[in-house]
């Protein structure tokens, strides 16, 4: 267990190897490039800001990512829209048309944010069950759990058609 406080090139050098998982992890929670962005640019400030408190630094990309989900629910509670019920008749009704297959990542873009979130963590980032349950935040059986369901609903989704 390495306990010293990463200076700033380490810092760095652990942050690019592990930016496309913080991104497409970002990516998955809030749908959009650009929210993204802004939360994996908030994570890194703060992880930089706090890395003393990183334990051990062997466990770099877990904790990170915890900062980053944080950042993440962080900007889904900020942006939590209200809808006008007057002008809830006219928003148009979504196409049943499924005659084009979806690909994966679109199939796995459209599961809702608690299913989401750990399907791309465990099988786009490599994360185990344990190291996701730390970075969202929930219990190991309800990874496994969500993993399962987000399995069933992406059969379903890839095989309708």
């Not at 630094?57 to 904790?63: G, L, M, Q």
């Not at 750990?118 to 099988?123: E, G, H, Q, R, S």
């Not at 219990?139 to 058609?161: F, I, M, N, W």
């Amino acid at each position: 267990m390495t306990q010293a406080v990463l200076d700033k090139e380490s810092f760095c050098a652990q942050v690019i190897g592990c930016q496309e998982t913080m991104f497409r992890t970002a990516r998955a929670i809030l749908r959009s490039d650009e929210d993204a962005e802004d939360a994996v640019q908030e994570a890194i400030c703060t992880a930089f800001a706090r890395r003393d408190s990183l334990r051990d630094t062997e466990k770099f990309k877990p904790w990170m990512l915890r900062i980053l989900a944080n950042k993440c629910y962080d900007a889904c509670r900020k942006r939590r829209s209200t809808v006008d019920l007057d002008t809830a008749g006219e928003l148009p009704a979504p196409e049943d048309d499924h005659a084009q297959r979806l690909t994966l990542w679109q199939a796995v873009l459209s599961l809702n944010d608690d299913l989401r979130a750990p399907v791309t963590l465990f099988y786009y980032d490599g994360l185990s069950i344990r190291e996701i349950s730390r970075v969202l935040g929930i219990s190991e059986a309800a990874v496994k759990t969500r993993l399962s369901r987000g399995r069933a609903r992406l059969r379903q989704l890839l095989d309708e058609k």
